[in-house]
């Protein structure tokens, strides 16, 4: 049984504050981190959503989804496709309630994200990524009871994301940009949707790696497109192509793509942890890195630090000054 029957439309500010307030005693009011110094115009703040529990933004929008719905839905436990981080906000949720919570997870997931899943008390299913994807395309768990919650195209899962945009407005209201990775879509549509509510002059800028970018094909072919993709240890952001669920939102809010190389999202993780002591998973580090290469343009940008979820063996190996597999 899905979450969301229904077609997911642009958050309201109404909708976004009733986010807040629900999820408020869950999650951390993260704060923006100013980078030292100007670079070539651009004034960097980070937004650490890493320091979530669970250590990424997605608990914004787990908590969100599973304290909107009836208790009635919840008999059989909830069930999500996740590369780890949406699960383990869902889990913690599911817990909470007391409830039990199964998780979809594709063989090249982190093992730390696997690792914590099941500490949280979730039933992990790991599985091959085409059958994952398809999971996420068909919006429903095969064979499976409970009540299913899609980790980005859902409409309480993007008002819960939208959360992290509101708090941008309050502490920045200034802000030029803001530049956010892309998974599923459901981050970078919450905040935008959110933010250009209240100041629609805001750039909205979706990070890929050079591995995968599905966001900067279907802004150019004006529909999602399937794209070529090779995994890496970067592994929350950039699928086989744009959601048809969530597209509408995306090309509604963006307003342009940035590009990095693995190379320089590994030298992000590598500053955000020796200059801010900030852990940073690929995805997470993918902004600043953006951002470091000029492409969120000058004035006063916004980084989502999303998660960060990384894998001891590979942070060990970035911090020695090597690339990981």
């Not at 009540?147 to 899962?157: N, R, S, T």
Request: hydrophobic share 45%; charged share 20%; with cysteine.
């Amino acid at each position: 049984m899905s979450a969301s029957p229904h077609p997911i439309v642009a958050p309201t500010i109404e909708s976004v504050l009733e986010a807040q307030m629900r999820i408020r005693p869950h999650v951390v009011r993260t704060p923006l981190i100013p980078l030292a110094g100007e670079r070539d115009g651009a004034e960097i703040y980070l937004k650490p959503e890493n320091l979530q529990p669970f250590g990424s933004f997605k608990v914004r929008a787990a908590m969100n989804a599973i304290l909107s719905a009836e208790e009635d839905a919840l008999a059989q436990g909830v069930v999500t496709a996740s590369a780890g981080n949406f699960g383990q906000g869902l889990a913690a949720a599911a817990r909470a309630l007391g409830v039990p919570s199964k998780t979809f997870v594709p063989e090249t997931a982190a093992a730390i994200k696997v690792q914590a899943l099941e500490a949280l008390g979730s039933t992990v299913r790991l599985i091959p990524y085409e059958a994952w994807w398809r999971i996420l395309t068909s919006h429903e768990a095969p064979e499976e009871g409970g009540f299913f919650v899609h980790p980005c195209a859902e409409q309480k899962v993007v008002e819960g994301n939208a959360t992290i945009g509101l708090e941008i407005m309050e502490d920045l209201p200034s802000v030029d940009a803001v530049l956010a990775p892309v998974g599923g879509g459901g981050l970078i549509t919450g905040i935008g949707s959110a933010i250009q509510n209240m100041k629609p002059d805001v750039k909205i800028v979706a990070c890929e790696s050079e591995v995968s970018q599905p966001v900067a094909a279907a802004l150019k072919e004006g529909r999602p497109v399937a794209v070529p993709r090779k995994p890496t240890f970067v592994d929350g952001m950039g699928g086989p192509m744009v959601l048809e669920r969530i597209w509408p939102l995306l090309r509604g809010v963006v307003s342009q793509t940035a590009l990095s190389s693995i190379e320089e999202i590994v030298a992000a993780i590598r500053f955000l942890a020796v200059e801010h002591h900030l852990i940073a998973e690929g995805a997470g580090a993918a902004p600043l890195a953006a951002a470091l290469s000029g492409q969120g343009g000058t004035g006063k940008i916004v980084c989502i630090i999303s998660g960060g979820n990384l894998d001891i063996p590979h942070l060990q190996t970035i911090l020695n000054g090597d690339m990981p597999d």
